[in-house]
């Protein structure tokens, strides 16, 4: 069956530390992936896409994920947290379905930044 | 204009009125889409737009119907709704239906209360 895993689903770190958000993904072709985030009570936004031009993406507001086949891993990175992180992650992963490709939501990472 | 726009931002319904959420885009995007997102988790697929037809009903209740008048706008009526349709609902976009690299654009959302 294909699928997202994120393997945490609350993260916290303190204020200028770095940030690792976790997810795993089950597919059988090579999926496109996604990371979006979501602040309370808005809609998502789209941090990053892995399109497979480069295994290293790097997003918005400093992120970057690395897509790593051999471990079916799509991690998102921020060298150092800011207060305005604090917010939901969503990893999606985009797979093969009849007759074109469906998105698949993660259950989401809750990211909390301390002072 | 990168922005999928919804109305109203707030919406508190008794079980028998009758309301409508409206979505917006002018991306020229051909595939629109409604969530529905109850906290805590990510967002549930309920239909599918594509080229102005509906193209996927994920068994959602018919007291709830969506309306695509143009490729532009999106509606949804609401009718009869139960109080554990509370959630927000997010309104998205994307170039198309089903595409590998599909990027999804989502609205600030709306959120519902049924009392």
């Known amino acids: 069956a294909q699928s997202v895993t994120q393997l945490d689903s609350h993260v916290s770190v303190s204020e200028g530390t770095p940030v690792l958000l976790r997810c795993n993904y089950s597919s059988s072709y090579s999926p496109s992936l996604f990371w979006y985030v979501q602040h309370p009570n808005k809609g998502l936004q789209l941090l990053l896409k892995y399109t497979s031009a480069a295994t290293l993406v790097k997003g918005i507001n400093g992120f970057e994920a690395e897509f790593k086949k051999s471990e079916t891993s799509f991690h998102l990175t921020k060298p150092s947290a800011h207060m305005s992180d604090a917010a939901e992650y969503f990893c999606?992963?985009?797979?093969?379905?009849?007759?074109?490709?469906?998105?698949?939501f993660g259950a989401g990472t809750r990211l909390f930044v301390k002072a | 204009d990168t922005e999928v726009t919804q109305t109203p931002k707030h919406l508190v319904m008794g079980m028998t009125n009758k309301k409508s959420l409206k979505c917006e885009q002018h991306m020229g995007h051909r595939a629109m889409y409604w969530y529905k997102q109850k906290a805590k988790k990510p967002p549930e697929l309920m239909f599918v737009?594509?080229?102005?037809?509906?193209?996927i009903n994920e068994s959602v209740p018919s007291r709830f119907s969506p309306e695509c008048p143009n490729s532009s706008l999106l509606n949804l009526h609401l009718h009869a709704l139960q109080p554990e349709d509370s959630a927000l609902y997010l309104c998205?976009?994307?170039?198309?239906?089903?595409?590998?690299?599909?990027?999804?654009?989502f609205g600030p959302g709306t959120r519902l209360t049924v009392l």
């Open positions: 998205a976009s994307s170039q198309v239906e089903g595409a590998r690299w599909n990027e999804q654009f």
């Open positions: 999606v992963v985009s797979v093969e379905n009849t007759g074109g490709f469906k998105t698949i």
């Open positions: 737009y594509s080229y102005e037809k509906l193209s």
